[in-house]
Structures are given as C-alpha cells and as structure tokens.
C-alpha cells in the first residue's frame, strides 16, 4: 500500500511540472512618464526579464535601472545618480500573482483582464500594489499589459528642489511585455 | 549715461551668450557617441560574465555605466520587434540561456543579422549592469 502510494506521489510530481507551463521574455518594455506644467519626461526600458507560470499564477519582472532611456542625456544621468541611485539599487522586481487566474485561458486565444497583486521593490524600497491590466493570448504568446500609477515619495526618492517643478509627484507606469511560451 | 547703456548692454549680451552655452552644452548636451567611444576595459566575454554572476556589487562597481569591449564566441543573434541582439551564452535556466546580451546601435543591425554564427567576435558597448542572469551592453557596436 505505502509502494503504491509512493509511486502515485511521484506520478502527480511528475504530472504537476510536465503541466506547468512558464512564459518568459527578455525583451519586455516599460515605460515611465512624468507630466508637470514645465515639461514631459518620458523614459523607455526595453530590456525587461518578465516570467509567467499559467498554472500558478505567479509572475516576476526583473529590471535593470540603468538601461531607462532618456531623450535627454542630463535627465538620464540626473535619474540614474541622483534619484533613483541606481549605483546602489541597480535593479527593481515585482514578485506577485494573478489573482483572478481562472479567468485566463492560456490554451485559448483571446484578450483576458488580469487583476494582480504583489510586491514592488524600487530604490531598494518594497511597497505592496494590487494593479490591472491584459493579458492577451495568442499562438504560444501571452501579451501582458497595464498602466497604473506611483508615487515617488512611496520609494524614498528624493527629487532635488532645483529640479522638483519638472518632475510630477506621481509617475505613470506603463507595461508592455510579449511573454513567449518556454519549451520545456 | 551712455557709457551706463554700454555696460548694460554688455553684461545682458554675455548673459543672453552663457544661457545660451549653458543650455546647449548642460541642459541639451547629446547622448554620448557610443561608437566612437574608447573602451575602459576590454576582456573575455566569460570573464565578464563570471565576475558579474559571482561578484555581482564589485562587478557593478567596476563596469556598469562605462564602455566596454568583450571577445569571445558570438553564440546567436535575437531580433525583437525593435532590437537586435547578440547573445554570448555561457549556461541555462529558468530564463532560457544565460549570458551576455549585446543590444545593437541601429547602425550595426544589418550588420548583425548577416553574422554567421557562431562567430569569434569583438563587441564594444556601454556596460549596464547584471539583470540577473544576463549582463546587458547596450549601443554596441563590432568590427567583422
């Protein structure tokens, strides 16, 4: 009785991770934009690791600080030494789950909305955020998107009073990750 | 009194003239020209790619943000919807393989697409830093 329940362990153990299926990119995008009276600053990431596990849920963007764009290159250093520090905090995550996963069908194409939720980590500061967005499957490929909103000072980033008239309270976050199904 | 004009005039022409540089050179000044760049450190590609995975804070502290040049076996070339890019692989993972990702200036794209890979090749770019587990140059440029 113990052998077979053993052997039916390691069947489900088996079957649980042929199922699980990940969805990866390397290439995802995102974009940060600030609107003040002075000026719009936009700032393009095209270099965002984003990974979806369908059966779980769960989902990782990885992001590395200095690969933001800037159309003007004293922004681009003013952000990466002086407001985001990116010499201590090279890097941002989000680590949560979609929480609303039995509305997704992976196996089927179509636009599904998506409600997440998890843990934001910029500036070496971690807040909890409940976000929207899409995902859209189609072929072998879930298309996630979303636009919401953070507040800077959430993140203990400073910005200088010579500049604090350019650069809005709360930044517009938008994602935009075409996520490839992984062979396993 | 006219001699107080002068002055004035002067010193409102300088003034007008350092807005100006100072607009121009400060607040506009261009991105730098990654292609023509010298490279502070060139080294093998897995070198790089070792320091990056084991010493990830000193590696950051070393090369992000400077221009760079690595050697070694081009493995592929990735094209997204707006990049190209070449790939050193060194091992694998959750993401895929895992190495150094060399994202092409517009200028060499053409370029890289007609590489023959794998190829023994230099690639020269900006270092920015280690989005764990791949090392990202970004404005590369090559020599082949």
Partial sequence: ?184 | MKKAFKIIGIIAAVGLIAGFLVYQFVYNKPHPDYEKEEAVYTLPAKKLYQEFKNQTDSANEKYSGKIIAVTGKLDKVVNTDSLTIGVFAFSSGMFGEEGIRCTMLPEYTKKAKALNTPTNIKIKGLCSGFNDPDVIMEHCSFNQ
Avoid at chain 1, 32 to 46: C, G, L, Q, W, Y
Avoid at chain 1, 129 to 152: C, L, P, Y
């Fill in chain 1, 1 to 184: 009785m113990k052998k077979t329940l053993n052997i039916l362990a390691i069947f489900l153990l088996i079957a649980s991770s042929v199922s699980a299926q990940r969805y990866i990119t390397k290439n995802g995008y995102i974009r940060f934009f600030s609107s003040t009276p002075v000026e719009d600053i936009k700032a393009h990431n095209r270099q965002v690791q984003a990974a979806l596990d369908s059966e779980s849920g769960e989902l990782v963007f990885k992001v590395l600080m200095k690969s933001f764009s800037f159309k003007k290159a004293l922004m681009q250093e003013h952000f990466n030494e002086k407001f985001i520090e990116s010499h201590k905090y090279p890097n941002s995550n989000f680590k949560g789950k979609i929480v609303n996963l039995d509305e997704i069908n992976f196996k089927k194409d179509g636009e599904y909305p998506a409600k997440v939720e998890g843990k934001l980590t910029i500036h070496g500061v971690t807040q909890a955020i409940e976000e929207e967005g899409t995902i859209t499957v189609k072929n072998d490929t879930a298309h996630a998107e979303s636009q919401f909103r953070i507040t800077v000072a959430d993140y203990d980033i400073e910005i200088p009073s010579t500049v604090r008239k350019n650069i809005a309270k709360e930044v517009e976050v938008t994602v935009d990750c075409k996520l490839k199904k992984r062979k396993q």
